[in-house]
């Protein structure tokens, strides 16, 4: 069985899987994945170079977080995509089916993805969880962490599929607005993963 871990910006995502990690759960993260293919895949460097422009990677030698690869020029790709979704579209072709693929062959049950559904990873795994906290929340983790103003976290909120529709596509939901404790909701969702596995196995 392979299980998604989804949920909007804000929402907690990363804390949750924090928590299965130490659990022993090996997770695939789609967004720090796709910074080290967008750095190191030949083929995506050449088609977002050709796409972008040649000035979306910053000149060879810069130092890299990944230890080889050429660094993403992000503001530039950032504006290029903020143009309009077929801008953002035209970079997801490139980068989506390639995450897909490298999760595919990572051998890992689990991933990470915010944009799940956006990007069609939804058909890659058998079960889906959503992380869900409040709006008001959300906003507040947002504008902490990313250092922006209340309009650009509503903004970048507005970009993602509704809370209320991806509640309705999710097979689990973990709710991290402390009306409940996280720890049993997560071992709660372990049981019931195993519990399919062993069914699946028969």
């Known amino acids: 069985m392979r299980i998604a871990i989804t949920g909007g910006i804000g929402s907690g995502k990363s804390f949750v899987c924090r928590m299965l990690a130490e659990r022993g759960i090996d997770i695939y ?19 977002l170079s050709a796409l972008v422009g040649d000035d979306v990677y910053l000149p060879e030698g810069t130092p890299m977080p990944f230890g080889a690869g050429r660094r993403i020029n992000k503001s530039l790709l950032s504006a290029f995509m903020h143009r309009g979704p077929h801008f953002a579209a035209k ?18 049950r689990w991933m990470e993805c915010a944009i799940l559904f956006e990007s069609g990873f939804d058909r890659y795994v058998d079960c889906i969880v959503n992380i869900t906290c409040p709006l008001e929340e959300r906003i507040a983790r947002i504008m902490a962490r990313d250092h922006c103003d209340r309009s650009t976290a ?12 991806r509640c309705a596509r999710s097979h689990h939901i973990i709710h991290n607005d402390g009306s409940q404790p996280l720890l049993p909701q997560i071992e709660r969702l372990l049981l019931c993963v195993k519990t399919s596995n062993d069914a699946a196995r028969g």
């Open 29 to 47: 993260s789609c967004d720090t994945e796709a910074q080290r293919i967008i750095a190191t895949h030949p083929g995506v460097q050449s088609e």
């Open 91 to 108: 970079v997801n072709a490139i980068v989506h089916p390639r995450v897909a693929e490298d999760f595919l062959e990572s051998g890992r």
């Open 154 to 165: 509503l903004r970048w909120i507005g970009m993602q599929i509704s809370e209320e529709e």
